[in-house]
């Protein structure tokens, strides 16, 4: 009767909400960027993802709403407010500046507060002659090609184009106050193209959308199997101890009717 009940209020959601929202088919049509997506999403009446502390019965239920949701057409991704999907631009960079040191966020963070804004008080930049501060690279199996990205940091920096390694260089040694934010823009371009190029190998070839998608499969799929399993595991502990106890409990009954 509860799982009656239970399927009966879902079935009422979605059809409450069908009405307003593209088929899964229309959003695969067409390329959505994730800020699209996020904002189609808020319009949406989210249902709750499998969590790592849900029981057997919680996970049974939340996997019942999301399999209709499939069946019905819907995106997984939207109907679940994108809990799952990979973190936007925005969180990426957020993720990459965990990855500073104290003096490298302070420093990045003045930068870009006055690229927003060039009257905000604070020390400019220091001006950089491209032609005359070169320096010999380091000797070293990676100098060459930390330089080279110290170089893509500083044209991004000083919005200069042409940077070369021996400019990096010569800046390690004779801007020690600029050195930090070259660092701290170097770190977050490193992680930024990490986390770009996994997501390339991961859903080479879908749209922003399919990917979400698949993402959100994917990750549900496995926290519901992780949770089946860890109570599977837990149940057979418990069969294990009860047929133990009854086992314990028999030899009484056994002992006395062979006494």
């Known amino acids: 009767m509860e799982h009656q009940q239970h399927s009966q209020k879902t079935q009422a959601l979605n059809s409450q909400i069908n009405d307003s929202v593209p088929s899964w088919k229309e959003l695969t049509a067409a390329t959505m ?155 977050i371009a490193n992680v930024k193209q990490s986390l770009a190029a996994q997501n390339q190998a991961q859903y080479r070839g879908l749209t922003d959308m399919e990917a979400a998608e698949v993402e959100t499969v994917r990750k549900i799929v496995a926290i519901a199997e992780t949770n089946t399993n860890r109570e599977l595991e837990r149940m057979r502990r418990l069969a294990r101890s009860i047929r133990e106890a009854a086992s314990i409990i028999k030899s009484r009954a056994e002992a006395l009717q062979n006494s």
Not at 79 to 98: H, P, Y
Not at 156 to 166: N, R
């Open 33 to 187: 960027d994730p800020t699209q997506m996020l904002q189609l999403s808020e319009n949406l009446k989210f249902l709750p993802v499998p969590t790592a502390t849900d029981d057997l019965e919680a996970t049974m239920k939340k996997m019942e709403d999301l399999a209709q949701i499939v069946a019905q057409g819907n995106s997984l991704a939207l109907f679940t407010g994108l809990a799952l999907a990979s973190q936007t631009t925005r969180d990426t960079e957020s993720l990459a500046k965990e990855q500073l040191s104290p003096e490298e966020t302070a420093l990045y963070e003045a930068w870009q507060a006055r690229k927003a804004d060039p009257n905000l008080a604070g020390s400019p930049l220091p001006s950089f002659d491209w032609n005359a501060n070169v320096a010999p690279i380091p000797e070293g199996a990676q100098s060459l090609k930390n330089f080279t990205k110290r170089a893509a940091a500083m044209d991004v920096i000083f919005e200069h184009q042409g940077a070369t390694p021996e400019n990096a260089s010569w800046l390690t040694t004779h801007m020690p106050e600029v050195l930090p934010l070259v660092k701290a823009v170097t770190k």
